[in-house]
């Protein structure tokens, strides 16, 4: 399995970024995908993610501001950010959550995002 995120970058705030995740080895029909982040000297947390059925959650700091999609063709999670805010800044994480043919968590190397005031 590999997860190849790219699309971050530096953007001013009020900006907006599209993450992309390519994605290899996994079946979106089997799988959660999502986006977790981690800001500097924090934990990591989760952004957004996407289940099989296509129904979406997130993180109460980022509602109404990111969208979380995927397309089942080029096997990509996308994440529309917009109205960036300087405490978005983080390395961002795609996240593979296999249901079948067995449990199992992926993850990919990380993307930063940075967005200054």
């Known amino acids: 399995v590999q997860l190849q995120a790219s699309g971050g970058g530096l953007v001013q705030a009020g900006g907006s970024l599209r993450l992309s995740c390519a994605a290899s080895?996994?079946?979106?029909?089997?799988?959660?995908m999502g986006w977790s982040r981690q800001a500097p000297g924090k934990q990591r947390e989760l952004v957004a993610d996407?289940?099989?059925?296509?129904?979406?959650t997130y993180h109460d700091s980022v509602k109404g501001r990111f969208a979380i999609s995927k397309d089942y063709a080029k096997n990509t999670v996308y994440l529309q950010m917009n109205s960036l805010k300087p405490e978005d800044t983080g390395v961002y994480y795609c996240?593979?959550?296999?249901?079948?043919?067995?449990?199992?968590?992926?993850w990919g190397q990380g993307t930063l995002v940075t967005v200054s005031s």
């Open positions: 996240n593979a959550r296999q249901v079948h043919p067995s449990l199992d968590n992926y």
């Open positions: 996407i289940n099989i059925g296509g129904t979406t």
């Open positions: 080895g996994v079946d979106f029909r089997f799988t959660v």
